[in-house]
């Protein structure tokens, strides 16, 4: 409890607008925007509850990354992924679907343990984190090339998916920024900024443009958890 006490008391005046402009643009979307919410005839109220849980969540869950906190995967296993997977299957995004299930929420609670195992010694609130070599991360790029034309060519044969390509490359980059993440490497940033740009593009194509309250934030707060990382990494020569 002191941890998560000493948490709360962490977030700056920045952070605190941060989350605020987030709720307030959501609900205001909700209100006067609401034929919006996704193309006409495929919301409902269940679907839009889902919806605006995975928008609030997501940013929050990002800016606790950024503060390099492990209670972002308690956040994300419950309030994320579920929702993500109702919405996924609505809209035939089947490879991410499956990812939630298999990848994500499995990495969830390993990373939670290991991540409690890496605090900063100065401030146990913080997580260590690091960088990785120029050839993990070259070797890292061939494999998200390799995953996504494979599992793309695949999707293209199951009936009723949708955007294939983007599926598969979104759900490429994005378990590249999950592996990184739970092994705390700063160019999980790079991957997520990636992955954030193919779901702007893949909201867009479904009409489900209350999402990209989300996205857009998120694009915000990965620089600024980008260049929090890059600065902790350097300053506690965790370069490898």
């Avoid at 941060?18 to 709720?23: I, K, M, P, T």
């Amino acid at each position: 409890m002191s941890s998560i006490r000493a948490l709360l008391k962490s977030f700056t005046p920045y952070q605190m607008i941060y989350l605020s402009a987030v709720v307030l643009l959501t609900f205001a979307f909700l209100v006067f925007l609401p034929e919006y919410m996704f193309e006409e005839g495929t919301s409902g109220f269940f679907l839009v509850f889902v919806t605006v849980v995975d928008t609030l969540a997501n940013p929050l869950c990002e800016l606790l990354i950024a503060k390099q906190s492990k209670w972002n995967f308690v956040v994300d296993f419950f309030f994320i992924e579920i929702p993500e997977i109702i919405l996924c299957l609505h809209f035939g995004w089947y490879a991410i679907a499956g990812s939630i299930v298999l990848f994500w929420m499995p990495v969830d609670v390993v990373s939670f343990i290991r991540w409690s195992k890496h605090p900063d010694q100065d401030d146990e609130s913080l997580t260590v984190v690091k960088r990785l070599k120029p050839w993990q991360t070259l070797l890292v790029v061939a494999g998200i090339f390799a995953f996504g034309f494979i599992v793309g060519r695949l999707l293209q044969l199951i009936p009723g998916a949708s955007d294939t390509y983007l599926d598969a490359f979104a759900t490429a980059v994005g378990m590249t920024n999950g592996v990184l993440l739970l092994l705390r490497y700063s160019e999980q940033w790079i991957a997520w900024l990636i992955t954030t740009v193919l779901y702007i593009f893949m909201d867009i194509s479904q009409g489900a443009y209350v999402l990209l309250i989300s996205e857009f934030a998120m694009l915000i707060n990965t620089i600024y958890g980008m260049v929090k990382w890059y600065i902790y990494a350097k300053n506690h020569q965790q370069l490898q």
